[in-house]
């Protein structure tokens, strides 16, 4: 069996020439060859002296297609179009061209028709039909009022979803950076509480301040450039590093980081640290890793440590340009320089 159509149509005398006998024609010679042209099975209601309501409902309720005939204004017709419209999309009305459509439907796509018997109109009314069709195949718009009002009120309603998953989002989002600035904290008191210890632990008085390019014969080999244009941002891990014997070179801008690189072997420094963002430019430490990739400096590993927004932009290219760590954590960025220059691990970060 195929896609079914059912057609709503007078089934008796509706005016004097429109007799019992004219409508059983019309949809016997003049819908049914149309319908059926285009791969459907062709139904219509039948008058009868049993409930056929049960039926009738579930006709219009699963038919693939509906055609609504509504000339002369049956109000069978219209009872039975009304069920169709608030129960599925699919449906097509048809009337004698002369007549005109209530303003209820008068917004949605009505085929006029002329019935003369005339083979070539026969053919016009098919091609309207099949344009039809394919209009409801290939379109999920609405195709009567209470359709278009369903679909109004469910735009209404995903609009209104949309808003609130957008609202939990952004919700989502604050309290991420709440947490972090949070944990930020907390570590920033850690950090404290570590510098602190390890002052304490260490001969601090043997380490020097002072930079390489000073001349000054330094105690420590390790030696690190920290490229960021807000170096009293890394006080404290500097502090840190050069109670531990390591010196701390400071750039400010990556042309200010290969100059100096560009003052000793590939080997002096055990490492660079950079910041992501520096002033406008939030590609900086992208940009330094990029210049570094094409020499022999390639070698010396780069920490990226920068903002959480930073790392999440710009964590897939820097990786791609051979960072030895992007991160935002200052347990992962410890963890990582003390790997790299061979320091110890203090309990504070174990």
């Not at 016009?124 to 195949?137: N, R």
């Not at 404290?236 to 100096?260: F, H, P, R, Y």
């Not at 964590?315 to 963890?335: C, M, R, V, W």
Request: aromatic share 10%; with cysteine.
């Amino acid at each position: 069996m195929g896609k079914l159509c059912f057609v709503i149509m007078p089934f008796s005398q509706t005016t004097f020439k429109r007799t019992t006998d004219y409508w059983d024609h019309f949809f016997s010679d003049f819908i049914t060859p149309m319908i059926e042209s285009l791969g459907y099975e062709c139904r219509r209601s039948q008058a009868s002296s049993t409930n056929i309501v049960s039926e009738l409902v579930k006709d219009l309720r699963y038919a693939e297609l509906v055609i609504a005939v509504l000339t002369d204004m049956n109000p069978n017709v219209w009872y039975e179009l009304g069920i169709r419209h608030a129960s599925k999309r699919g449906t097509i009305m048809m009337i004698e061209k002369g007549q005109s459509t209530p303003f209820d439907v008068s917004t949605f796509g009505t085929l006029r028709y002329v019935d003369s018997g005339d083979p070539s109109n026969l053919a016009l009314v098919k091609d309207q039909l099949s344009f039809f069709i394919d209009k409801l195949s290939s379109s999920e718009t609405p195709d009567n009022p209470v359709m278009e009002f369903e679909w109004i009120a469910g735009e209404s309603v995903r609009t209104a979803l949309s808003e609130k998953v957008i609202k939990i989002e952004e919700r989502i989002e604050d309290i991420r950076k709440q947490t972090e600035e949070r944990v930020d904290k907390a570590w920033e008191s850690r950090l404290a509480e570590m510098v602190k210890i390890v002052l304490e632990q260490t001969n601090y008085a043997r380490v020097t301040t002072a930079s390489p390019a000073s001349g000054v014969n330094e105690v420590s080999t390790k030696r690190v450039l920290w490229v960021d244009d807000y170096p009293a941002n890394d006080e404290a891990w500097i502090v840190l590093l050069k109670a531990q014997g390591v010196v701390t070179d400071i750039a400010v801008s990556t042309e200010q980081a290969l100059a100096n690189l560009s003052k000793h072997d590939s080997d002096y420094y055990s490492l660079i640290v950079s910041d992501m963002d520096r002033g406008h430019d939030q590609n900086a430490g992208i940009d330094l890793l990029d210049q570094l990739k094409s020499t022999q400096l390639s070698r010396v590993p780069v920490i990226i440590y920068s903002s959480f927004n930073s790392i999440e932009r710009s964590n897939a290219k820097a990786e791609e340009l051979g960072a030895y760590l992007i991160t935002s954590s200052p347990h992962q960025f410890y963890d990582a320089v003390a790997e790299l220059l061979g320091l110890p691990k203090p309990h504070i970060f174990s």
